[in-house]
T-cell receptor, first 123, second 107 residues
């Protein structure tokens, strides 16, 4: 059974880099059948798609974050990661990692999610 | 920039009522739309994909309709356990885009 687990520092100082990792169990980030994504949710607000990566390393980023964002694969450890530079209070959110149901157009919805991790940006 | 516009932002209805939530895409997305339910403090749960297909285990009172640019989620016979925020997601190509959410409450 696929499980995703986010891990991160919990607290990040303004202007520093926010780094998160999603560890995958019961599946492989090397599979060509899925995309792997990051979604966030500021406290009391809605869901925001951040970025998505395919097993080839091809990435897709939110236009509002792409200048600060890097999503990458760590295939030896079956993980994928997010780095967001120059963090501000506006980046405070619950961050979720997720996997799509498939890799074809109509199967690219996120059907498996991690539990989420709260990242607070504050001095 | 692509946009998904979801309405209303909130609604209040009685148990047993029929409730409809709408999402409009800024361009044709075929059937590449999913609906999620999120209860307070919980992870979003997939309800519907490919605009109309019910995810396994989801009660049949939930249904989706639409294609192209206009979509809707209907709850036929609202139950107390349906109190949640509902989101649409456009996913057939990048950028994946969520609607703003609709908070559903019981009168």
């Amino acid at each position: 059974q696929l499980q995703l687990q986010e891990s991160g520092p919990g607290l990040v100082k303004p202007s520093e880099t926010l780094s998160l990792t999603c560890t995958v169990s019961g599946g492989s980030v090397r599979s060509n059948n899925y995309y792997w994504g990051w979604i966030r949710q500021p406290p009391g607000k809605g869901l925001e798609w951040i970025g998505t990566i395919y097993y080839t390393g091809v990435t897709y980023y939110s236009s509002s974050l792409q200048s600060r964002l890097t999503v990458s694969l760590d295939t030896p450890n079956n993980r994928f990661s997010l780095k967001l530079t120059s963090a501000t209070a506006a980046d405070t959110a619950i961050y979720y990692c997720a996997r799509t149901s498939g890799a074809g157009g109509l199967t690219q919805y996120f059907d498996t999610w991690g539990q989420g991790t709260l990242i607070t940006v504050s001095s | 920039d692509f946009q998904m516009t979801q309405s209303p932002s909130s609604l209040s209805a009685s148990v047993g009522d029929r409730v409809t939530i709408a999402c409009r895409a800024s361009q044709d997305i075929s059937n590449g739309l999913a609906w999620y339910q999120q209860k307070p403090g919980a992870v979003p749960k997939l309800l519907i994909y490919v605009a109309t297909t019910l995810q396994s285990g989801v009660p049949s009172r939930f249904s989706g309709s639409g294609s192209g640019t206009d979509f809707s989620l209907t709850i036929t016979g609202l139950q107390p356990e349906d109190v949640a925020t509902y989101y649409c997601l456009k996913y057939n190509s990048a950028p994946w885009t969520f609607g703003q959410g609709t908070k559903v409450e019981i009168k």
